[in-house]
Structure formats: C-alpha cells, structure tokens
C-alpha cells in the first residue's frame, strides 16, 4: 500500500496536468505591463488576446467578448526563460535510467568520441513531473543542453529551446554545445591548447580538407552533417567557458570560422566585455557565481551581469547547478543581479527578450501586438522572492497552478483523523 499510493497519485495527477484547456479571448485589465520591448513598463494598461496571439495593449480596450480579469495594478510579464537545463530529459539527477543529457560511448577508452550529431530533444519527456513545477511559478521556455562527460566529448552535441506547454517538438532551431577550459581539459589530454588543435582538425573534417574514412578522423558521416550548418554560420554554438584568456581566444576562433556563438557561464566574462560587445557575442551568466570553484575563475564577481550589460553586452542568466530541479529560481537570480548594479529592465529582458532572441524563439519573450500570448500575472515585482506567479498563460490558456508539490503540500497540510475513531496517516488519503 505505502509503495502503490505515490505511484497512484503521480499517475492521476500527470494525467489531470494533461488535460486539455480549452483556448479563450482574454481581456487583461490595468496592469503593470513590462512589455520587455523599447516601450518599456507601462501603467494601467490593458492586454487583449485573441485566438491566443496578443490582439492589443493599451487603455480602455473593448472585451468584444472576452473573458476579463482585474489586475488591479499587478505585473503582467512575459513568461519567464528558465536557463539552461536538463528539464524534461533529467528526472532524477542521481538516477542514470533518468537522465539522458550526455552521451559516453567511448566510456573508458583513451580516444575522445566526437558525436556532435547527438540531440537531446529526441530524449524529451514533456511529462516530466518538472514541468509544471516550473511553469506554475511563471517559466514558460527553457534551453535544453547537451553536457560534455567522460567517454564523450567538448563538442558535447545538440539540443534546443523548448516550449513548456507540453509539446514535443523544438520550439527553435537546434544549438551545439561545446565546453572550453579547464571545463573540457580532461577530455582533451588535459590542455588547452589540444581543445584549439582538435577543433580546427574537426573544421577541416566538416570541410572536407581531411576525407571521410581518414585513419586520423574524428567525425562520423553525420557528424559532418550537423557540423556543415554551423560552419557556414547557421546556428548557435553554445560555448561553456568562464577563463578571460580562454574567451579570448574563442572569440578570435569564432571570427575566423564565422561561428554564431553564446557564452555559458562566463565567469570572467566582464574582463573582455568590450570585445564580447564588438564581437555581438550573447553571455548566459549566474548572477551568484562570485566564488572561484578553480583557476578559471579567480576574477568571479557579483558585479559580472552589470558590468557586461553596461558594456553593451545582451546578458541573461542560467544557474550554475542543480538547473532543472530549480528553473523556477532563475528570476531571483536575475533579482540579485539587479542587486549588484544591473537595470531592473535589463534583467527581466535577460529573462525574457534576450534569449528568445538568441536563440532563434519566434513569437515569445515580449508583450506586444502578435506574439503569443505566454503570459504571467503576478502577486508582485516578479525578481523579488516574496512574490509569486498568480496565473501563467501558455496562448491565452490558463494552465492548472499545481504540481506534485503543491498536491503533497495540500495533503500533508490536512488535519489527520485519529485512529481511534478509524483514521489513516496522511499518505493514505487521496
């Protein structure tokens, strides 16, 4: 009994967030709009939805119809970005059968396995009991990743942007993911000067310099494939790295191979933010990430996110670790970062504008005539933790504000009925 009741109440409750809801007109009323575009936050504002596309934003506007919610002064954002993560492919993070984010092939043998072709959206589980744990609290995209490990490689492969709203499908085009520094050393003679020479032979593999079948190749037939598209500039090439030196010569590698690329991490970053800022080169930071874990990162600072930002740099935010159990904290992040000196405007566009735009996400990431209507409404400033999501949209449809958290909370939070008089312990009640 003790070890069927969970199973039960997981089953019921993943198929209650399953259900459908139906899609409604909305009509928004006198909130604090932070649009996440050049018009900034605007007050009293009226947000219309139609046929889940955002019809209007203004004052006065006419319901025609449609189901009308008072805000009465509260937020309205965009659906927030929740990083970079394993959510949807990592269930368990000390589970093996539970976790599909990195590939070890070659587990054990001396050579690194390169296998950039390997992506992990195939792995996707939109059922994943994270998922509404982290859209109840306001998430509404995140950035699947691919991790490099032992028996794999730097280029550790390829994932993409995915929509919370319970598809399966990618909802932008897949980014590689390759890890720099002392990040990689152990997969690449412990050097970082090998990380450079292996990665120009695999270019010159990509293009062809080294033929197929070579005895020194490291690529597969598909390998060259998936590699081709962001050689020509095509995609993003997600790079973790955090060393100043090491951005450095990354950004001289990039130019040279004409890559689009995004700093993960970028612990040092703030060091070079004017060449970041020339080079048009994105940087995903923890705000929290001020103490060096090694040599990378003895100029780790609190500051990092202000100073990129104030360079000129597009800044948003993923957590160091522990990212998909905890997507849901990236707004206090974000709420940090503002408490070392970035704009408060800054940092929600880190948490929405930015990456939808970099990372190729179509219609998300601001509140403004046509995009989709992925939606928050909040109790209060959404980067402060004593807030909460109110009511998240996914196209203007509300989606059940619970979880399993929230189910046990409710379970554990009931009075217990004496035995005496017949009762169970709570873990029996339904």
């Known amino acids: 009994m003790s070890r069927r009741v969970p199973a039960l109440l997981a089953a019921a409750l993943s198929a209650a967030l399953a259900l459908p809801v139906a899609a ?51 937020p309205l954002t965009p659906a927030l970005f929740g990083g970079i993560n394993g959510l949807g492919i990592e269930e368990v993070s000390g589970e093996e059968t539970t976790s599909d984010g990195r590939l070890a092939l070659g587990d054990g043998a001396k050579d690194m396995v390169v296998r950039p072709e390997f992506d992990v959206t195939l792995a996707y589980n939109p059922d994943s009991i994270l ?32 929509r919370l709203d319970g598809g399966i499908d990618p909802a932008g085009p897949r980014v590689l993911f390759l890890q720099l520094g002392a990040r990689g050393a152990e997969l690449t003679g412990n050097s970082r000067a090998a990380q450079w020479m292996l990665l120009d032979q695999i270019i010159d ?87 060096p874990a090694g040599f990378d990162q003895l100029h780790a600072s609190l500051e990092n996110a202000a100073r990129l930002q104030a360079a000129g740099v597009q800044v948003s935010f993923a957590q160091a670790s522990d990212a998909a ?50 939606l928050v409404l909040w109790t209060g400033d959404p980067l402060d933790v004593i807030h909460t999501a109110e009511q998240t949209w996914f196209d203007g449809r509300a989606i059940p504000m619970r979880s399993r958290q929230t189910e046990l909370r409710d379970r554990y939070m009931q009075q217990e009925s004496p035995r005496e008089q017949g009762g169970l312990p709570r873990a029996y009640g339904r």
């Not at 504002?45 to 025609?64: E, F, M, Q, S």
């Not at 390998?223 to 997600?238: I, Q």
């Not at 990456?355 to 989709?372: F, K």
């Open 131 to 162: 998922r509404p744990v982290a859209t109840a609290e306001g998430i509404g995209f995140t950035l699947l990743a691919a991790g490099a490990t032992s028996g794999g490689s730097i280029l550790a492969g390829q994932g993409a942007a995915m």
């Open 325 to 374: 159990h905890n997507a849901r904290k990236l707004r206090q992040l974000a709420g940090n970062a503002v408490a070392n000196g970035m704009p408060w405007d800054a940092a929600l566009a880190g948490l929405t504008r930015v990456p939808a735009e970099t990372l190729g996400v179509e219609g998300v990431g601001t509140i403004a005539v046509g995009q989709r209507a992925d």
């Open 24 to 74: 409604q007109d909305l009509l928004i009323r006198n909130a604090t709009v932070h649009t996440a575009t050049a018009q900034g936050t605007l007050h009293n504002t009226d947000v219309l939805v139609r046929a889940g596309r955002i019809a209007g934003v203004g004052n006065g506007l006419a319901a025609g119809g449609a189901t009308v919610i008072d805000a009465a002064g509260r």
């Open 205 to 291: 593999e990509a293009r062809g310099r080294i033929p197929a079948g070579s005895h020194v190749s490291l690529l597969t037939p598909a390998g060259r494939t998936a590699l081709t598209r962001y050689f020509d500039g095509n995609g993003r090439v997600l790079v973790a790295v955090d060393r100043a030196a090491d951005i450095r010569q990354l950004l001289r590698w990039s130019k040279r191979h004409n890559l689009r690329i995004a700093i993960a991490g970028g612990s040092e970053a703030w060091r070079v933010a004017g060449e970041l800022a020339a080079a048009n080169v994105p940087v995903f930071v923890d705000p929290l990430d001020n103490l």
